[in-house]
């Protein structure tokens, strides 16, 4: 008697799939690009800032840094919170080997003065050239009233 070794997995000829269908990963992606199109608005609202009203508009442009300050004076860097006592280190860092060095300071409007004179004496120390303030135009209704 002589025993034959067959392979543990039989080929099949002629039924091998040819196409992949795409229909279930182009509907997967569908709903993940609506999940992120409805979330995204909510991501970038940021950091809540009342920011002091003025008559003339200001916004920041696009180069420089964006430095926002909460009413808790937590002082906050793109997306880390900085200890103030550190942000001169992390502002030489910022614009090391850069040609302008421009930023531009959110401030809570009951901030008291001497604490945002003190983040642009820290800012003029760290090499800052250009510090901008951004404040929020005045509403229709409150320039009546003035």
């Known amino acids: 008697m002589v025993l034959k070794a067959r392979p543990l997995y039989?080929?099949?000829?002629?039924?091998?799939?040819?196409?992949?269908?795409?229909t279930p990963?182009?509907?997967?992606?569908?709903?993940?690009?609506v999940?992120?199109?409805v979330t995204a608005p909510?991501?970038?609202?940021?950091i809540s800032v009342n920011l002091p009203q003025a008559e003339t508009e200001?916004?920041?442009?696009?180069?420089?840094?964006?430095?926002?300050?909460?009413?808790?004076k937590y002082i906050h860097i793109e997306s880390s919170v900085i200890?103030?006592?550190?942000?001169?280190?992390?502002?030489?860092?910022?614009?090391y080997g850069k040609q302008k060095k421009i930023v531009f300071?959110?401030?809570?409007?009951?901030?008291?003065y001497g604490f945002i004179m003190r983040i642009l004496d820290i800012s003029k120390k760290a090499?800052?050239?250009?510090?901008?303030?951004?404040?929020?135009?005045?509403?229709?209704?409150?320039?009546n009233k003035k």
């Open 10 to 22: 039989k080929r099949r000829l002629g039924t091998s799939l040819s196409e992949i269908n795409v």
């Open 25 to 33: 990963f182009v509907d997967v992606m569908l709903v993940l690009l």
């Open 35 to 37: 999940i992120f199109m």
């Open 42 to 46: 909510m991501i970038q609202s940021g």
């Open 58 to 72: 200001s916004t920041p442009a696009e180069e420089g840094l964006t430095l926002t300050i909460t009413k808790d």
């Open 83 to 95: 200890n103030q006592f550190l942000l001169e280190q992390k502002l030489k860092e910022y614009f």
């Open 105 to 112: 300071i959110r401030a809570d409007e009951s901030l008291p």
């Open 127 to 143: 090499g800052v050239e250009v510090t901008g303030l951004i404040t929020r135009p005045i509403e229709p209704e409150e320039k």
